[in-house]
C-alpha cells in the first residue's frame, strides 16, 4: 500500500499564501509563487520529496503523476522541513539512511545486504549529518567572525594605502610645481641678465661705431671744404690766392680703419640631456608582494597575531618629544633602549642608564678593561652587549655583572646587534685593517660570515678605524651603515647583496653622505644617521629614499626604535639623546 502524507495547519481555510509570500524573505513583494502545474493558483502546498510548490487543487494530480516514492506534502510556510535521504548510485529509487566511513559513500539497505561493504565501518547517515551540520557551522562561525572581518580590514587597508597614494602623488606633483615655478624665476632672472649683457655690448660697440662715424663725417667735411676752396681758386683771377692754396689731397688718401665689431654668440646648453638631470629626476617606484603581509584576525592574540605590524604612516613634520642632557665629558656616541622607559648610553669613559622621563642617570657601567666601549646592544632578554677592541672581546652585563662571550685572535670587534632569534651579529676588522665582515653568532659559537659578494668582491670597506654600525630588519635583511664607503649596504639573510644606498641629493646641507649609526622599525624601514648632513634618512627595505628627519639635530651618531617607533638620536658633540616620534 502506498502512503500519501499531508500536512496542513488547523487553521489552513483562513490561510493566505499571497500574504504569507509577501512576508517570505526568500520571494520579492513583485514576484508571487504559482502553482508549478496549473502555473495560475497561487501556491498553498509543497511536496518536500520532489521540492515542487502546488496549489491545493493539484495536490492529487502530483501525487498520481509519480506513484513510485513517498511523496510528503506540507504547507507552503513549511517547506524543506522534510530530510531527503540521498538516493542510491548502485540502486536506482532506492534511499540511503547509513553511510560507509571506509568508502566514503551514502548505502541503502539493498547495499548492506550485498558483500560489498562487509566488515567496513557504518554509521547512520543522520549521525554523519549532524557532524557535517556541525563542521559547516564551525567553517560558517569562523568566516563570520575572524575570515570576513579580516579581509574587511585589507578592503580597509587597501582603501587607506590607496588614499594615501593619493595624497602623496598630489603632494609630489605639487613639489615639482613649485620646483618648476622655483625655475621659471631662476630661468626669467637669467634671461633677463643675459639680455642686460647683450644690450651693453650692443651699447658699447655702437658707441664705437659712432665715434668712429662722428670721424668720417669730419673728414666729408673737411674735403667738401677742401675741394670748394679748390672751386674758389680755379675760378679767380687772383694769381696771388691761386699761388697760397696749398691743397692737401695726400692726407685724405690715408682712409680710416675700418671697424668690425664681432657680435656675441649665444650658446644654449643642451635641453634634453642635461636639463632633466639638473632639474631633478624620479626614483622608481615599485610594487610588492609579501605572501605573509595579512594574518587572519582571532578572537583571543596568538604571539603571532600580536607581533603583526600595524600599517603607519611617515608624519610629514617629524616631532621631538623629549631631550635627555647626558653626563659624558666629551663625546655621547651609541644610545640603547632597553624599555620604552629606559635607555642605555655610551660615550667618553662608561656606559649609562638613563629614565627617558624623568631624564636623570639610573646606573654607570665601566668596561672590564676601562676603556671606551666601541658599541653598546641591547638584547630580547634586556641584557647590556658591548664590544671592546682594546682586549679584543664581546661582553654581556647580566645583573651588573661583566661576564666575556667572544674573544676574538687576529680580528677586532666593533660594532654590534642583537637580531630577534637573540643571537648577536658582530662587525669586525682584522689587525692589518684590510679586512672587514661582519660574524652572525649563536651564544658565543659562528653560525655565518658575511664578507664577499658573489663575485669574490668584498661586500665593506677596510681601514683601521672604519665604522659599521648594523642593524636587523624585520625581513631579516642585515644593514650596515658603512661611513668610510658612504654607503648603506644590505644583505639578505643568507648574505646575498640586495643593494647599496649611497644617498639622496638634495641633502639638508649639500654634503656628501656620511652614514653612522643605524636602525629599522615596524615597518621594515631602515634609518640612518648622517652626521655630515646633520640629519636621518629614511629608506624602505628596497633601498628607496622616503624621507629626511633633522629636528635641529646636530652631529647625530648612534640611533635605536623602541617598541613604538620613536627613534632615539644619539648626538655626538652635545652629548644630548633626542626621542622624536615620526610615524602616526
Same mark, same amino acid.
Not at 648610553?345 to 676601562?370: A, E
Given at each position: 500500500?502506498?502512503?500519501?502524507?499531508?500536512?496542513?495547519?488547523?487553521?489552513?481555510?483562513?490561510?493566505?499564501?499571497?500574504?504569507?509570500?509577501?512576508?517570505?524573505?526568500?520571494?520579492?513583494?513583485?514576484?508571487?509563487?504559482?502553482?508549478?502545474?496549473?502555473e495560475?493558483?497561487?501556491?498553498q502546498?509543497?511536496?518536500?520529496?520532489?521540492?515542487?510548490?502546488?496549489?491545493?487543487?493539484?495536490?492529487?494530480?502530483?501525487?498520481?503523476?509519480?506513484?513510485?516514492?513517498?511523496?510528503?506534502?506540507?504547507?507552503?510556510?513549511?517547506?524543506?522541513?522534510?530530510?531527503?535521504?540521498?538516493?542510491?548510485?548502485?540502486?536506482?529509487?532506492?534511499?540511503?539512511?547509513?553511510?560507509?566511513?571506509?568508502?566514503?559513500?551514502?548505502?541503502?539497505?539493498?547495499?548492506?545486504?550485498?558483500?560489498?561493504?562487509?566488515?567496513?565501518?557504518?554509521?547512520?547517515?543522520?549521525?554523519?549529518?549532524?557532524?557535517?551540520?556541525?563542521?559547516?557551522?564551525?567553517?560558517?562561525?569562523?568566516?563570520?567572525?575572524?575570515?570576513?572581518?579580516?579581509y574587511?580590514?585589507?578592503?580597509?587597508?587597501?582603501?587607506?594605502?590607496?588614499?594615501?597614494l593619493?595624497?602623496?602623488?598630489?603632494?609630489?606633483s605639487?613639489?615639482?610645481?613649485?620646483?618648476?615655478?622655483?625655475?621659471?624665476?631662476?630661468?626669467?632672472?637669467?634671461?633677463?641678465?643675459?639680455?642686460?649683457?647683450?644690450?651693453?655690448?650692443?651699447?658699447?660697440?655702437?658707441?664705437?661705431?659712432q665715434?668712429?662715424?662722428?670721424?668720417?663725417?669730419?673728414?666729408?667735411?673737411?674735403?667738401?671744404?677742401?675741394?670748394?676752396?679748390?672751386?674758389?681758386?680755379?675760378?679767380?683771377?687772383?694769381?696771388?690766392?691761386?699761388?697760397?692754396?696749398?691743397?692737401?689731397?695726400?692726407?685724405?688718401?690715408?682712409?680710416?680703419?675700418?671697424?668690425?665689431?664681432?657680435?656675441?654668440?649665444?650658446?644654449?646648453?643642451?635641453?634634453?640631456?642635461?636639463?632633466?638631470?639638473?632639474?631633478?629626476?624620479?626614483?622608481?617606484?615599485?610594487?610588492?608582494?609579501?605572501?605573509?603581509?595579512?594574518?587572519i584576525?582571532?578572537?583571543?592574540?596568538?604571539?603571532?597575531?600580536?607581533?603583526?605590524?600595524?600599517?603607519?604612516q611617515?608624519?610629514?613634520?617629524?616631532?621631538?618629544?623629549?631631550?635627555?642632557?647626558?653626563?659624558y665629558?666629551?663625546?655621547?656616541?651609541d644610545?640603547?633602549?632597553?624599555?620604552?622607559?629606559?635607555?642605555?648610553?655610551?660615550?667618553?669613559?662608561?656606559?649609562?642608564?638613563y629614565?627617558?622621563?624623568?631624564?636623570s642617570l639610573?646606573? /654607570?657601567?665601566?668596561?672590564? &678593561?676601562? #676603556?671606551?666601549?666601541? *658599541? =653598546?646592544? %641591547?638584547?630580547?632578554?634586556? +641584557?647590556?652587549?658591548?664590544?671592546?677592541?682594546?682586549?679584543r672581546?664581546?661582553?654581556?652585563?647580566?645583573?651588573?655583572?661583566?661576564?666575556?662571550?667572544?674573544?676574538?685572535?687576529?680580528?677586532?670587534?666593533?660594532?654590534?646587534?642583537?637580531?630577534?632569534?637573540?643571537?648577536?651579529?658582530?662587525?669586525?676588522?682584522?689587525?692589518?685593517?684590510?679586512?672587514?665582515?661582519?660574524?652572525?653568532?649563536?651564544?658565543?659559537?659562528?653560525?655565518?660570515?658575511?664578507?664577499?659578494?658573489?663575485?669574490?668582491?668584498?661586500?665593506?670597506?677596510?681601514?683601521?678605524? /672604519?665604522?659599521?654600525?648594523? &642593524?636587523? #630588519?624585520?625581513?631579516? *635583511? =642585515?644593514? %650596515?651603515?658603512?661611513?668610510? +664607503?658612504?654607503a648603506?649596504?644590505?644583505?639578505?639573510?643568507?648574505?646575498?647583496?640586495?643593494?647599496?644606498?649611497?644617498?639622496?641629493?638634495?641633502?639638508?646641507?649639500?654634503?656628501?653622505?656620511?652614514?653612522?649609526?643605524?636602525?629599522?622599525?615596524?615597518?621594515?624601514?631602515?634609518?640612518?644617521?648622517?652626521?655630515n648632513?646633520?640629519?636621518?634618512?629614511?629608506?624602505?627595505?628596497?633601498?628607496q629614499?622616503?624621507?629626511?628627519?633633522?629636528?635641529?639635530?646636530?652631529?647625530?651618531?648612534?640611533?635605536?626604535?623602541?617598541?613604538n617607533?620613536?627613534?632615539?638620536?644619539?648626538?655626538?658633540?652635545?652629548?644630548?639623546?633626542?626621542? =622624536?616620534?615620526?610615524?602616526?
Amino acid at each position: 500500500m502506498i502512503k500519501v502524507h499531508i500536512t496542513v495547519g488547523e487553521d489552513s481555510r483562513h490561510y493566505d499564501p499571497q500574504a504569507d509570500l509577501m512576508m517570505d524573505s526568500r520571494t520579492s513583494a513583485q514576484d508571487v509563487m504559482r502553482c508549478d502545474l496549473c502555473e495560475t493558483a497561487l501556491v498553498q502546498m509543497h511536496c518536500d520529496t520532489c521540492l515542487v510548490n502546488l496549489c491545493k487543487a493539484c495536490v492529487g494530480e502530483h501525487f498520481s503523476a509519480d506513484l513510485s516514492k513517498p511523496h510528503r506534502i506540507v504547507d507552503v510556510k513549511d517547506r524543506n522541513s522534510t530530510l531527503l535521504y540521498p538516493g542510491c548510485t548502485s540502486h536506482e529509487k532506492e534511499r540511503c539512511e547509513m553511510y560507509c566511513n571506509q568508502c566514503h559513500i551514502s548505502v541503502c539497505s539493498t547495499c548492506l545486504a550485498s558483500s560489498q561493504h562487509l566488515g567496513h565501518e557504518l554509521s547512520k547517515i543522520l549521525q554523519v549529518l549532524g557532524e557535517k551540520k556541525e563542521k559547516i557551522n564551525k567553517e560558517k562561525n569562523e568566516l563570520n567572525e575572524t575570515i570576513y572581518p579580516t579581509y574587511q580590514d585589507i578592503l580597509s587597508d587597501i582603501q587607506n594605502r590607496m588614499s594615501w597614494l593619493e595624497k602623496k602623488y598630489g603632494d609630489l606633483s605639487t613639489a615639482i610645481t613649485k620646483h618648476g615655478e622655483d625655475w621659471h624665476r631662476e630661468i626669467d632672472k637669467l634671461v633677463q641678465k643675459l639680455k642686460s649683457e647683450v644690450e651693453e655690448m650692443k651699447t658699447t660697440q655702437l658707441h664705437t661705431l659712432q665715434k668712429h662715424l662722428d670721424e668720417v663725417n669730419k673728414k666729408i667735411s673737411e674735403i667738401n671744404d677742401e675741394i670748394n676752396s679748390m672751386d674758389v681758386a680755379l675760378d679767380s683771377n687772383d694769381i696771388s690766392k691761386v699761388f697760397s692754396l696749398m691743397p692737401n689731397v695726400e692726407e685724405y688718401k690715408n682712409l680710416p680703419h675700418k671697424i668690425l665689431p664681432s657680435l656675441p654668440k649665444f650658446n644654449p646648453g643642451r635641453i634634453q640631456e642635461e636639463l632633466s638631470k639638473l632639474f631633478g629626476t624620479l626614483s622608481s617606484i615599485s610594487v610588492r608582494s609579501e605572501e605573509h603581509g595579512y594574518s587572519i584576525k582571532t578572537t583571543q592574540k596568538s604571539p603571532e597575531a600580536a607581533s603583526a605590524p600595524v600599517i603607519k604612516q611617515l608624519l610629514d613634520e617629524p616631532q621631538t618629544v623629549t631631550t635627555i642632557h647626558t653626563e659624558y665629558d666629551r663625546y655621547l656616541y651609541d644610545v640603547a633602549c632597553l624599555s620604552d622607559e629606559e635607555i642605555w648610553t655610551d660615550g667618553t669613559g662608561n656606559m649609562k642608564l638613563y629614565s627617558i622621563k624623568q631624564g636623570s642617570l639610573l646606573k /654607570s657601567i665601566t668596561t672590564r &678593561s676601562g #676603556n671606551t666601549p666601541w *658599541d =653598546i646592544a %641591547v638584547t630580547n632578554s634586556g +641584557a647590556l652587549v658591548y664590544t671592546d677592541d682594546s682586549d679584543r672581546t664581546v661582553n654581556i652585563v647580566k645583573n651588573e655583572e661583566i661576564q666575556t662571550m667572544i674573544t676574538l685572535q687576529g680580528w677586532r670587534p666593533r660594532n654590534v646587534c642583537s637580531t630577534s632569534s637573540d643571537d648577536l651579529l658582530v662587525t669586525m676588522n682584522s689587525d692589518d685593517g684590510k679586512q672587514y665582515k661582519v660574524v652572525h653568532y649563536s651564544s658565543s659559537t659562528v653560525t655565518q660570515t658575511i664578507q664577499f659578494d658573489d663575485q669574490g668582491h668584498p661586500l665593506y670597506s677596510s681601514g683601521d678605524y /672604519s665604522t659599521k654600525f648594523i &642593524s636587523e #630588519n624585520r625581513n631579516l *635583511d =642585515i644593514c %650596515v651603515a658603512d661611513t668610510t +664607503a658612504k654607503a648603506v649596504v644590505v644583505v639578505n639573510q643568507a648574505g646575498k647583496l640586495r643593494f647599496r644606498y649611497t644617498g639622496h641629493t638634495p641633502a639638508p646641507q649639500n654634503k656628501p653622505f656620511y652614514p653612522r649609526g643605524i636602525t629599522t622599525d615596524s615597518q621594515s624601514h631602515i634609518l640612518t644617521a648622517d652626521d655630515n648632513n646633520d640629519c636621518v634618512h629614511i629608506i624602505d627595505q628596497d633601498g628607496q629614499f622616503l624621507r629626511y628627519i633633522d629636528c635641529g639635530l646636530s652631529d647625530p651618531w648612534g640611533l635605536c626604535i623602541d617598541t613604538n617607533d620613536n627613534l632615539f638620536v644619539a648626538q655626538r658633540r652635545n652629548k644630548q639623546v633626542k626621542k =622624536i616620534k615620526y610615524q602616526r
